[in-house]
């Protein structure tokens, strides 16, 4: 029989040793009473971006930041309300490889999106704060999230559940 399982999700920290991937360590701020997931990590390892439905946020999910100081992740710290909802704000990406990266891209629901999630980005270095959407076609009436871009290429990757060959396909963005 189907039983609906409460399983909340964790980040991990692998490692590849001996052409093997393992897992080192977790996220000291899993907790077995709300999901901590979705992580994206700088190039140098040292600042984390995740999505989270931790108490004392502004939606159902909100995006939070760590960073790692002498090899310990300090404790999460709320994105706060420029950049959550009272949605979900999930699936972040950050691009750049100096602290904490040039911009931060994620998914939400609660931007006047055109259909479930849909994607946006900020500046992290401009003080504003401004959320910008990603236009049509990246955006459409599905659920759009998931971007990957790339450093100095003219294209990225993104996931949206528009009509395709599956539930959830991979799309392949080219900048002109």
Do not use: Q
């Not at 700088?42 to 002498?70: C, H, Q, V």
């Not at 629901?109 to 990246?138: A, H, M």
């Not at 949206?160 to 799309?171: F, L």
């Amino acid at each position: 029989p189907f039983r609906n399982e409460n399983i909340k999700l964790r980040i991990v920290i692998a490692k590849k040793l001996k052409d093997k991937w393992t897992v080192v360590e977790e996220f000291p701020y899993n907790n077995s009473e709300f999901s901590v997931g979705h992580p994206a990590i700088n190039e140098s390892g040292d600042t984390l971006f995740f999505a989270s439905d931790m108490p004392g946020g502004f939606g159902a999910t909100d995006l939070y930041m760590s960073i790692r100081k002498s090899g310990k992740w300090d404790n999460p710290v709320n994105l706060g309300p420029k950049i959550n909802t009272a949605e979900k704000d999930e699936f972040p990406f950050i691009t750049g490889n100096s602290y904490p990266g040039r911009y931060l891209v994620f998914a939400s629901k609660g931007r006047n999106s055109k259909g479930g999630f849909d994607l946006f980005y900020t500046n992290l270095r401009d003080r504003k704060g401004v959320v910008y959407p990603f236009l049509e076609p990246i955006n459409s009436t599905g659920d759009d999230f998931s971007m990957y871009l790339p450093e100095n290429v003219e294209y990225g990757y993104m996931t949206s559940n528009r009509p395709g060959t599956g539930n959830d396909d991979i799309y392949k963005l080219t900048f002109l």
